[in-house]
Structures are given as C-alpha cells and as structure tokens.
C-alpha cells in the first residue's frame, strides 16, 4: 500500500468515528485530520468537501457493509438475524445511517436510480418467493421487507425504544436476535 493510500484509510477511518458520532453538521475536518495525523489539507485533496467525505464514508460503510448481508428472500426470518448481527457487530453503520437520514434525507440520494435497482432487484425477488411459496402474503413485498428491515434494526444504538435502559439490559443480545428471527417467521 502506498503512503498516499494509507493515508487515505487513515482519514476514513477518522472521519467514519468522527461522523457516527457527530454528524454531518457536527463534524469537524480539524478533529478528522488530527486523528488521522494527516495535513487537513489531504482531506480537501482526496474528497474535495466534508460532504464528499461523509458520503464516501457513508457508500463504503452504509451502502456497502449492509450489501454484504446477503438478502435471502426464502429465508427472511435467517435474513434478519443476519441483519441484526451485523448492526450490532458495527453501530457505527447505523449511526451513520440516522445521520443521513436526519441531515439529508431522502432528497440528498446521490445515485436514487441505483438505489431503485438494487432495491428493485430485491422486491423482485421476494415478490418471486412470495407467490412461489405464499409467504408474506398479506403484504405487499415492498411493506414486507420494510417490516422485515424495521424488525431486524429494532434494537440499534440510534433507536430510542422508549423502555427504560434497565429493561433493554434485562435481555440479552441473543434473546434479541431470537426475538426478531421469531417475530418475522410469525409475521411469514
């Protein structure tokens, strides 16, 4: 790896802490160049903007990390749980998920046609299965992979349950996730 490119993983990995846990508005270039031990300058060079910057790491975190949760539409009860391990293996995700639905919302997608595909792609999918195997078949497949992906993130680091801390800790991780996993194949 080069020092240019190392360099580069060193600001993306400062600026991924640095807008989990501040935000787009909130984050500070000075904190990410200085947790990164680059010139503050390099930040600019490489990503042009603090929003260019929140969008790479956005695309490689958000939009990549959850693409490598294979959707299963045969099993959505499996796809869930696999949804929730990884939520909770990297809050991070999440997080900066939140943010961009806070700061940007849905008017700031920077490729909405290939969000449109590869969500198409899925509804497609479960669509096919749906029909195939009758599953779900209350739902259109659209609101049932939205109650899926609601049922699987429900217990993330940015939901605010409205239950006391004290009753949340009271579970366990894994009785989460065989919550969820339940909760879908009764929702099948």
């Not at 539409?73 to 806070?102: C, K, M, N, S, T």
């Not at 579970?171 to 909760?183: F, L, N």
């Amino acid at each position: 790896m080069s020092r240019a490119e190392a360099t580069k993983m060193r600001i993306l990995r400062a600026a991924t802490d640095e807008f989990a846990a501040h935000g787009i508005a909130g984050a500070r270039v000075d904190r990410i160049a200085r947790t990164a031990s680059a010139n503050k300058n390099l930040i600019y060079v490489y990503f042009c903007s603090k929003e260019r910057l929140f969008d790479t790491v956005f695309d490689t975190h958000v939009t990549h990390g959850l693409n490598t949760v294979a959707f299963t539409p045969d099993d959505l009860p499996g796809y869930a749980g696999r949804l929730f391990d990884y939520a909770q293996e990297h809050p991070e995700v999440i997080r900066l998920a939140i943010w961009h639905r806070l700061e940007r919302g849905d008017s700031h997608d920077r490729d909405p046609a290939l969000a449109a595909v590869t969500r198409g792609a899925e509804l497609e999918a479960l669509a096919a299965v749906q029909k195939d195997e009758g599953i779900g078949a209350a739902f259109s497949p659209a609101a049932l992979l939205t109650l899926v992906l609601g049922l699987a993130l429900a217990w993330n680091p940015g939901n605010a349950t409205g239950l006391p801390a004290s009753a949340i800790e009271a579970e366990s991780t894994e009785d989460r996730r065989r919550s969820i996993v339940e909760a879908v194949r009764r929702l099948l």
